[in-house]
């Protein structure tokens, strides 16, 4: 859907990529074959897998004894183009080659990947295993898995070396939930919740779980923001409550000074006397400046201080 996948290579044999409904088929590699496709081992010919499942219902006998239609004895499907008795489901037998396509997509899709991310496996089934160190050397390499591995690939994770990782990124747990992480940080989860009736009951019940406490958290945040706002209007109001106040002050100070302008008389007469205070100190001081440099007070100076 966003176009971010360019190949999704599997070593699973029963089908579940068949039943991604939104997963386009040409981006599935089944590297060991697949349960839900059916060829011939002769030629190589391609069967309609419904055709193929109602010849295995009505020529191969029920070994669990469960089903009652089922005959007796079983009967080998031949195929339509050769004749052959060898039409099977399009899974790798032990020693038969891997599928064509494999090594056909592998050179086309490894050069333009920027992150390769490795699902539940052991990495240790070859040649499945050599798309780890055939990316190119800037690509990100995550690992989904209970047990860190492929160090016998390069895999290096950097937090067992002392340092931060910076390509080979370890993600422990399970696929699920971890998968489920990824998706909420990437925004997808309404995206997921359009298809949770198609989801298998454990991974539907968690998208519900997660789904439910997203909405809590929305609704929490939307309270808080909501009680935030009021406190900054409340906040507001004050300041302009307390502007208002001080500009009314302010007006009743100028109204009484201009309804009794004897006041401003009186404080304009105290500052004249004031002046004339200091004018007095001057005086004062310019007496005594003459007087020291008058012998006859200087002597008498002398003889006041040693007489205290």
Known sequence: KT?????LYTQNIDGLEGQCHQLPRDKVIAVHGSMDQADCAMCGSVTD???FCD?????IKDITNEDTTAPSESKAIACNFCGYNTVKPSIVLFRSNLPEEFFRRVPEDIPECDCLIVIGTSLTVAPANTLVFRVPQDALRVFVNRDRVGRHLGVMYGEEYGSPSTRDYFALGEIDKKFLDLM???GWLDDLETLIDDLPEASAEMLRERLESRNDGAN?????????????KEQEDIVEESKAEGADAQDGMVAENEKDPDTQDTMIANKGVNTSGQDTALASEKKEDADLKNPAVAEKGVFQVKHD
């Open 220 to 232: 929490k945040a939307d309270t808080t923001k909501e009680r935030d706002n009021d406190v900054v």
């Open 55 to 59: 010849a295995v219902q009505r020529q």
């Open 184 to 186: 909420c940080e990437l």
């Open 3 to 7: 176009g971010k996948l360019t190949r």
């Open 49 to 51: 897998y419904d055709v």
